[in-house]
């Protein structure tokens, strides 16, 4: 099983009481999700929609590779390789 | 976090000044061109800087700029069409409005940051007296440093801890601003609202000498 290091953007540190880093062990991306979800409740909804697919506002990088354009959820997470949680940045402007 | 609130911002007044130079900058175009084919003002930036150990302030150190792939991601376009556009209105489907940072440069932002000893606490954008200088058919709601709808539910999703609004007024020939800022919507229950962030200026440092012989109190 592979250990992932996960970063925690601050926008998700009230998740892991603020941590900026918790190491998880899991295969895949999806598996690192669960992982996250079991110590520290509330990624999952983060995360993924009710359909279980990755949230538009949350991107997942496996060092400099975008997961949604690898394999997604299924994105093999080798041990060692530290994993980044990046929500979007966006706003609005005129009405 | 446990016990943090993250309720005040602390920042000196001309760390924002790229970001304001650029505010200008577009609010002016905007005004010069309103006759014509109005350009839209859009401005906006990253906020970098470090938690306090009280839990209580941010404080805010520097302005990071990205790239907009509001026109041009598309994960981007379909929240836009599936979701901001039928639930805010016709007028986001002009790709003029509306920002979101290319999610590559928030990653590199990130990095940089980190090495530094700096955390990306959130964005700053602006906003326009639309009523005022906008087309006369858009005149019908009202900017300022608060939040909208829109807004709303972005900071809800992103989650970010700060989010700043700067919002311009025109009085006569001068241009006044006011700055906000406002935390997260809660993401468990949708019907909260933004809460807002008390913004404080460095004022002066205090004298070595002052804080050793009389404590930090």
């Given at each position: 099983?592979g250990m992932?290091?996960v970063?925690?953007?601050?926008a998700?540190?009230p998740l ?5 880093e918790?190491t998880i062990?899991?295969d895949?991306?999806?598996d690192v999700?669960?992982?996250?979800e079991s110590g520290?409740?509330?990624f999952?909804?983060?995360?993924l929609?009710d359909e279980g697919?990755q949230?538009r506002?949350?991107n997942i990088y496996i060092d400099?590779?975008d997961?949604?354009?690898r394999?997604?959820l299924?994105t093999?997470t080798?041990?060692?390789?530290t994993?980044?949680l990046?929500?979007a940045v966006a706003?609005?402007s005129a009405? | 976090m446990?016990?943090?609130t993250?309720?005040?911002a ?7 000044t790229?970001?304001?130079d650029?505010?200008i900058y577009?609010y002016r ?6 006759d014509t084919?109005?350009h839209?003002p ?9 938690f306090?150990?009280d839990?209580?302030?941010m ?6 700029f990205?790239?907009?792939v509001r026109?041009?991601?598309?994960t981007?376009l379909a ?14 489907a002009?790709?003029?409005r ?6 590559l440069?928030?990653l590199q932002?990130?990095?940089d ?7 990306v606490?959130?964005?700053i ?5 639309w009523h ?16 909208t709808?829109m ?6 999703n ?6 700043m609004?700067?919002y311009?007024?025109s ?14 919507p809660?993401?468990v229950?949708k019907?909260k609202?933004a ?5 404080r ?9 002052e ?6 109190g």
């Amino acid at each position: 099983m592979g250990m992932v290091k996960v970063r925690v953007p601050t926008a998700m540190r009230p998740l892991t009481d603020g941590t900026p880093e918790v190491t998880i062990v899991g295969d895949t991306v999806r598996d690192v999700i669960e992982g996250l979800e079991s110590g520290y409740p509330g990624f999952r909804e983060r995360l993924l929609s009710d359909e279980g697919t990755q949230r538009r506002f949350v991107n997942i990088y496996i060092d400099e590779d975008d997961v949604r354009y690898r394999e997604g959820l299924d994105t093999p997470t080798p041990s060692g390789v530290t994993l980044w949680l990046v929500p979007a940045v966006a706003g609005g402007s005129a009405p | 976090m446990t016990g943090m609130t993250n309720s005040i911002a602390l920042m000196d007044w001309w760390m924002l000044t790229d970001f304001i130079d650029e505010t200008i900058y577009q609010y002016r175009t905007s005004l010069k061109t309103r006759d014509t084919e109005q350009h839209l003002p859009r401005s906006w930036g990253l906020l970098l800087g470090t938690f306090d150990p009280d839990g209580e302030a941010m404080r805010v150190k520097e302005v990071a700029f990205g790239t907009n792939v509001r026109e041009t991601d598309e994960t981007v376009l379909a929240e836009f069409e599936e979701v901001i556009v039928p639930c805010f209105g016709k007028p986001y489907a002009n790709g003029g409005r509306g920002f979101w940072c290319s999610n590559l440069d928030v990653l590199q932002i990130t990095r940089d940051a980190a090495a530094r000893g700096l955390e990306v606490l959130g964005s700053i954008h602006s906003h326009p007296d639309w009523h005022q200088i906008g087309p006369e058919h858009e005149r019908g709601q009202r900017l300022s440093q608060t939040p909208t709808a829109m807004d709303e539910y972005l900071f809800r999703n992103t989650g970010w801890p700060l989010n700043m609004i700067c919002y311009l007024e025109s009085r006569d020939n001068e241009i006044f601003h006011t700055l906000a800022a406002w935390g997260p919507p809660s993401f468990v229950d949708k019907d909260k609202g933004a809460d807002p962030i008390t913004i404080r200026y460095t004022l002066a440092r205090r004298a070595l000498k002052e804080v050793v012989s009389h404590g930090n109190g």
